[in-house]
């Protein structure tokens, strides 16, 4: 697996903007995408050309330009960005998959992506990671990657990965790119599952603002290369051992964008403990994660906590009994009975507050699951960022 | 009718704190309540108080604390309010109605609040609508008051209505109270359908910033004083006149409370239209109207349209066919055919930005159905406003 990059002026002048990730034959890859109807054409394309246990000979991705909301047009281009590649690499047109993420309503320069991919060409390498976080960032401050090995019956297997986003980062991922790449050799249908439970832990967990792109995309690509004996389904030691390496990484990825959200200034990690379901964890986690005064009341370090019951309250969750709730700042009982804790006290709280990670932590006491959500502060600097994006 | 105010110092040091709302004997009452599970105590008593065509005599409304988050002694601070309004009155307590607003999580000094209701009563007045409307104010920057007269068979019939609200607007109505009287001789249910409809078409309308409330409460009340003949049930042509003049009184504050959003420079008409039910309009008008990157496209006059796109999109409508979809900017179609309309040029769209009000408006062509949402931007200064509401 090899990577290269292009400066090729898309949007901005010299700035690394074009991405080329190349796999040897042999790679398969499985993802998920956007769920967002006004979808991007490269979502479009990725979803054609990725069928079952798909091949994979290379990814191309454009910082700049989302290609979205460009009709048939960008439909052409995203099919004609997977052409010119193939030409290049010596593969079917169906074994690239595009990626764009940038302004929508705008289509993409095409001669100047297209001139851009023979020095994505030319210049890959192995060990070009850290190039290829940087060519994926929009208003990202900080490139994204993560790595893990492991060893399966005395193989060493490698994933690493990288991921782009720093706002609209939720429901189910938005302006969002993440891929990640395992040299393990692996079964039928493993990729597709492993890479649907990795982004439920993941990028689906993780809110920024609560918007959702017509971009958003992630996948796994398996080279085959480590040697290991293929790892097939479920229920297998080895199974596990890859999936368990490929969620660290997406969890990794995932938390590096929210750190990095537009504005942040705290991380916060909410934890909804004690429901019925997962999904009525998640519900209550992203209620609260999302909810605009909760962001602005840590942005102040104000120990504002109804507006967390407000949230609580407003995921309608059937049949809630509030007066079982309760709810912790990191250690501190801030909410039981319905109301204020006895024990609380405001300094308690502010002392939590003015932490640079938070977590908020409900009990929901209706049964046993749980769910995490993580998400950052709402700061005077994301409302200058959203509003200065294009100038 | 008479209004009475007191200044109780609930919070602050001499400002209007406290609303007492007298009516004669034979007036009813109906009401729309927050959907939040965390709802606050008053609104559980509003409920308890609210039985169909309920005889009200008076509603006491403290603004500087919601009385929410606060468990069993909140419920019994609230009940306790509606007794010694009751007691001054003469009238039973269930026919009092207790609203509050302001901080949640806090308890209400009960003796600077019931040691202000004497001076409320002393002070009640029929034409005290102007200082109602300031003493239910919290972050509002300006009071919120709207007035019609019809002719009912040769009676002139009066309705009346203040509201307060400037954040947390949705969905449902949040931290918004809003009271409407009139003096209209109407049948048993009337009320409960009427409050119903024009809560819909205005309050559930509206958005600040997507988030909730524990408090919201919005009544309506007859006073049975204008002499008319009884208005029975749906159907008749001075129902439809009543309703009509109800629903344009409470839009004409619903869209006060928006004007006066939290730090909000413009006023934005979200119109869907072409649905094949008013729900799904309403639901991707909504999903505009609540994402933060529209909004803070729409304070920097920046046409990131894509964007509009974006939230459409993400509504998650079954089956819509992007392509049939059309999106104007005022009179500027902006979108078509999945993407940016060959007509459209940037200047066009930079010009309809720079208003301080401006239309967004999506034809789904996929039906008869449409639905109408009032929104604001996205500002600096909502993150301030939230950020210090407590300092």
């Known amino acids: ?18 991405l080329v990730v190349a796999f040897d034959e042999g790679s398969t890859v499985a993802g998920v995408f956007t769920k967002n109807q006004f979808c991007a054409a490269p979502v479009l394309v990725c979803r054609e050309h990725l069928k079952k246990h798909a091949s994979v000979r290379a990814l191309v991705v454009n910082t700049g330009c989302a290609n979205a909301g460009t009709g048939a047009q960008g439909l052409a281009d995203a099919r004609a960005t997977c052409e010119a590649a193939a030409k290049l690499i010596g593969c079917a047109p169906r074994e690239v998959l595009p990626f764009s993420t940038g302004v929508i309503l705008e289509h993409l320069p095409m001669d100047r992506l297209l001139a851009g991919l023979p020095a994505c060409m030319a210049g ?7 190039d290829a976080a940087e060519a994926i960032m929009t208003t990202d401050t900080l490139p994204k990657a993560a790595s893990r090995q492991i060893d399966i019956h005395g193989h060493t297997v490698t994933i690493t990965g990288i991921a782009k986003g720093a706002g609209m980062i939720e429901p189910n991922m938005a302006t969002m790119l993440g891929f ?35 971009n958003d995309s992630f996948v796994l690509i398996a080279t085959a290369q480590a ?29 590096a964008i929210v750190r990095d959200g537009e504005g942040a200034t705290k991380f916060i990690t909410v934890k909804v403990e004690g429901g019925q379901t997962r999904e009525e964890c998640m519900r209550i986690g992203k209620s609260i994660a999302n ?12 120990p504002n906590l109804g507006r967390i019951l407000a949230a609580i309250g407003k995921a309608r969750v059937k049949d809630l009994d509030t007066s079982k709730i309760r709810v912790y700042l990191d250690a501190v009982l801030v909410a039981e009975h319905g109301g204020r804790a006895e024990s609380y006290r405001e300094e308690l709280g502010a002392a939590v507050m003015k932490q640079p990670e938070i977590t908020i932590r409900v009990v929901l006491n209706r049964g046993i699951e749980s769910g995490t959500v993580w998400t950052c502060d709402f700061s005077y600097d994301y409302v200058k960022i959203n509003a200065d994006y294009r100038s």
Chains 1, 2 share one sequence.
């Open 1 to 18: 697996m090899r990577l290269g990059h292009a400066r090729a002026h898309i949007k901005k002048p010299d700035r690394k903007d074009v």
């Open 124 to 130: 890959l390498t192995a060990d070009g990671w850290g």
């Open 180 to 214: 990640i790449a395992t040299d393990a050799v692996v079964g039928e249908d493993v990729l597709a599952d492993m890479v649907k439970e990795a982004a439920d832990l993941s990028f689906n967990a993780i809110t920024v603002d609560g918007d959702t792109s017509t």
């Open 227 to 255: 040697g290991n004996p293929p790892i097939n389904g479920e229920g297998t030691a080895e199974y596990a051992k890859l999936q368990e390496a490929v969620n660290a990484v997406a969890i990794d990825l995932a938390q």
């Open 291 to 302: 909810s605009p005064l909760v962001k602005t009341a840590f942005f102040a370090s104000d």
